[in-house]
């Protein structure tokens, strides 16, 4: 093992402390939960395949998330499906701050929604966001930009 | 408090509310395919090709023939179809995927054929093509029918979307699930599923049209056409254009800049068409489609975000 090998983390160490979380922001941004579990867990096996490589790159996270969004997003063209639902805990509705502001989200383009939830869930700045989904800064800002107009208008502020 | 820190908070409460399903472990079999003869089938060039191109992957299970590569058949329905069993995914524990070695990319532009078989005058390839090595690396389908011993060029269709295929899938074995060829009084009709992923088997089937040396998807469902128009109008793919859409239509296109990073909504029904919105940036789009046969689009409309 190479001095390299053994200061990144394994695979699996990675899968078992990334896999939720990335899990989570892919379903907030598709609103749906079957094709998010498809899609993180196919991100996640191509990460698996080339971890010899995506292990070094300094946000792995950010690689399955990108891989995962574009899992899905080609996915669901192809099968022309309609979009499945979320699947949350009974009575979640209760433990939202504010359910309106959510409600608005959800209806946010999802390349929009991709933008906000790596800004606002996955906590990346805005130079992290535009590197991982490969969209220039001024794309990231003005999505964003966007999206606060929107949802300012919806809680009437 | 801001909208920023509202959001931030609404987005982990509902993110800690989500059932996080278990996962499953997604494998990668090698799917078993087989030739077999179709009604009136004549063992002449078509599956005898087939099975000179591709000997590893399929089990001949006719008899008599005489391979001869390039010989058109004179069946007038032939039938050369492939049955992948398709991949499936098991509910396992958290056991995460195993990690491998590094591979190689492709590079863009690259193509691989997939099958290629003769019916009646015409050989019918299926090319992959490499269009995007960003992961996951997309390939566009294409079904090419050549004319065999004529002067004229081949005609293509696109099968599905462009770039609507995982590269290292329809390059892998038994990435066509079937590609069979029927004929009917308005031509040959050619079908080809393509194995989507390994999770989630075969597509389902696409269909095309081959009247002389024409070649046409024959798309029924209107929702296919608006997402087929929409995914060539982002391509700019001007070959398959003019047959999903009515010419009024297609200078409807033309006259609006193309649209970027369109996803597909949902589709409204109305009085003989349907209505289908695509999200785009800066607004919406929304593509009209006839949905008396043949489905075709018949309006473009484009709509402002501000």
Redesign the interface.
């Given at each position: 093992m190479t001095e390299a090998d053994q200061e990144r983390p394994?695979?699996?160490s990675f899968?078992?402390a990334t896999?939720?979380r990335i899990?989570?922001?892919v379903?907030?941004v598709l609103g749906d939960?079957?094709v998010a579990?498809?899609a993180t867990?196919?991100?996640?096996?191509?990460?698996?395949?080339?971890?010899?490589?995506v292990g070094r790159y300094d946000n792995p996270a950010g690689?399955v998330y990108?891989?995962a969004l574009?899992?899905a997003?080609?996915?669901?063209?192809?099968?022309?499906r309609?979009r499945g639902a979320?699947?949350?805990?009974p009575g979640?509705e209760q433990?939202?701050?504010?359910p309106e502001?959510?409600e608005a989200?959800m209806t946010l383009?999802?390349?929009y929604r991709a933008v906000?939830?790596a800004r606002?869930?996955l906590d990346w700045s805005v130079d992290e966001t535009s590197r991982v989904l490969?969209i220039p800064e001024g794309t990231v800002k003005t999505r964003t930009h966007?999206a606060?107009k929107r949802?300012?208008k919806v809680?009437g502020? | 408090m801001s909208v920023e820190q509202k959001l931030r908070d609404n987005l982990k409460a509902a993110a800690d509310a989500l059932v996080i399903p278990q996962a499953r472990q997604i494998s990668r079999p090698k799917p078993t395919s087989t030739w077999r003869r179709g009604p009136g089938f004549a063992l002449a060039g078509a599956a005898a090709v087939l099975a000179l191109a591709l000997p590893a992957l399929f089990l001949w299970s006719g008899g008599g023939a005489t391979p001869e590569h390039g010989v058109p058949s004179t069946s007038p329905s032939v039938v050369a179809e492939s049955t992948a069993v398709p991949r499936t995914s098991s509910p396992t524990t958290t056991t995460p995927p195993t990690s491998t070695t590094v591979q190689a990319p492709d590079t863009i532009g690259a193509t691989e054929m997939m099958d290629e078989v003769t019916f009646n005058d015409h050989t019918l390839a299926l090319l992959a093509t490499l269009v995007d090595d960003e992961e996951p690396q997309t390939a566009t389908v294409v079904l090419r029918a050549t004319p065999i011993g004529g002067t004229e060029p081949p005609d293509e269709a696109v099968v599905g979307v462009p770039a609507g295929f995982f590269w290292h899938v329809v390059t892998g074995d038994g990435a066509l699930c079937e590609f069979s060829a029927d004929q009917t009084d308005d031509g040959a009709r050619v079908t080809v599923r393509i194995d989507e992923s390994p999770s989630l088997g075969c597509s389902e089937p696409y269909h095309f049209m081959l009247d002389g040396d024409e070649l046409t998807p024959d798309i029924e469902a209107p929702e296919v056409v608006a997402q087929q128009f929409v995914s060539s109008w982002e391509a700019g793919d001007e070959m398959t254009m003019p047959d999903l859409a009515d010419p009024d239509a297609l200078s409807q296109a033309r006259e609006m800049s193309t649209p970027a990073e369109a996803e597909f909504s949902y589709c409204e029904g109305a009085a003989g068409s349907v209505y289908c919105t695509f999200e785009v940036i800066g607004g919406e789009l929304v593509i009209r489609v006839r949905t008396e046969p043949p489905a075709r689009v018949i309006e473009v409309i484009s709509i402002s975000d501000d």
């Open positions: 394994s695979f699996e899968y078992g896999r939720p899990f989570r922001a379903a907030l939960t079957d579990l498809e867990e196919e991100a996640m096996t191509r990460a698996a395949e080339r971890w010899q490589a690689w990108r891989v574009n899992w997003r080609t996915h669901l063209r192809r099968l022309a309609e979320l699947e949350f805990e979640y433990k939202l701050p504010d502001l959510m989200v383009p999802t390349g906000i939830v606002f869930f490969q966007r606060l949802l300012r809680m502020e | -």
